[in-house]
């Protein structure tokens, strides 16, 4: 693939120019998101302390950014959470169903020690696959 086949997707937000990645890369049919936090384009966390919230707002982030790269949700095949309680599962799994109930790609929630911002409950990325 040449880098004409490369889409990048930027959220806008700094930690993007500052560590040198993009919200999401598309080569070919191959979509993958990077992880993503319940963070607005002005830095404000959003959901507060709720999982649920915060898991929402992520997917929807998500979605938007697959939308720039040519995929919806639909071509989701793996979703992978990282969460700060595992305690929070239920919440988090119910935001996960709401978008993906009907898809159901293989998903992956594990806990982990810390998260970029010490408000941050939740991180997901996922990879998609469209059709040929």
């Avoid at 649920?52 to 982030?61: D, L, P, S, V």
């Avoid at 040519?70 to 990282?82: E, I, L, S, W």
């Amino acid at each position: 693939m040449t880098q004409a086949n490369r889409i990048n997707v930027s959220s806008g937000t700094a930690w993007e120019s500052i560590v040198g990645y993009s919200r999401a890369v598309r080569i070919g049919n191959i979509v993958e998101v990077a992880g993503t936090t319940a963070v607005d384009e002005q830095g404000n966390v959003i959901g507060g302390s709720d999982p649920y919230e915060q898991a929402k707002f992520i997917f929807t982030k998500i979605e938007k950014a697959l939308k720039e790269a040519g995929a919806t949700m639909q071509n989701v095949v793996r979703t992978r959470m990282f969460v700060m309680n595992v305690a929070d599962w239920e919440a988090i799994g119910k935001a996960h169903g709401e978008f993906f109930r009907d898809i159901r790609p293989a998903a992956t929630l594990v806990e982990v020690s810390a998260l970029i911002d010490p408000r941050l409950l939740v991180e997901i990325e996922v990879s998609a696959v469209l059709s040929d």
